[in-house]
């Protein structure tokens, strides 16, 4: 292990938020995540789930839910499958929908969702530098409302290029 990895693992092996309120659920964090520093001290932190964002107090999410323009993640819907679950404990008809999300034009949102992945993932180092990123959310729709259920990203390697080509354009 080198002197970076025992670093990174030194400043973030003590979890800094204990639990969320995501909804309607209460769920037990397992890791540290990089949160600014007056709500990563928090042990109870409120998360919309719409939009991500992160709060330190029940009044203020609840105000925040009553103006919370976010019915869904934003932008482009990628795949929708409405077939009827086989599974016999699902009694409401539901949508699995996955959505594409431009880090570059979808910033907040992007960084948001980074910083509550990170509260369940060890590894993940990406969280504020995150423009040549694009992230597919996985969501569950019944009823007109849509549940984050989960999310991957990919690197967009042409947008990495041309930010080098411009820094070393600039530099020279
Ligand atoms: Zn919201």
């Known amino acids: 292990m080198n002197e970076l990895e025992k670093d990174y693992q030194e400043k973030t092996k003590m979890k800094n938020i204990e639990q969320i309120i995501f909804g309607s659920f209460e769920i037990n964090t397992w890791y540290f995540s990089p949160y600014p520093e007056e709500y990563g001290n928090q042990k109870l932190l ?13 009044k203020s999410i609840m105000k925040h839910q009553t103006k919370c323009t976010f019915k869904h993640p934003p932008v482009e819907v990628i795949y929708v499958d409405s077939t009827p679950s086989i599974l016999p404990i699902q009694e409401i008809p539901k949508s699995i929908v996955i959505y594409e999300v431009d880090a570059a034009n979808n910033k907040l949102y992007c960084q948001c969702l980074c910083l509550f992945a ?24 019944y009823k007109g409302k849509c549940n984050f259920v989960g999310y991957f990203s990919k690197v967009i390697l042409l947008r990495i290029r041309i930010c080098l080509m411009i820094t070393i354009y600039l530099v020279l």
């Open 46 to 58: 409120y998360i919309c789930e719409n939009c991500l964002k992160y709060m330190k107090k029940k």
């Open 118 to 141: 990170k509260l369940f993932l060890d590894h993940k180092t990406m969280y504020f530098d995150i423009s040549s990123f694009i992230f597919y959310i996985l969501t569950e729709e």
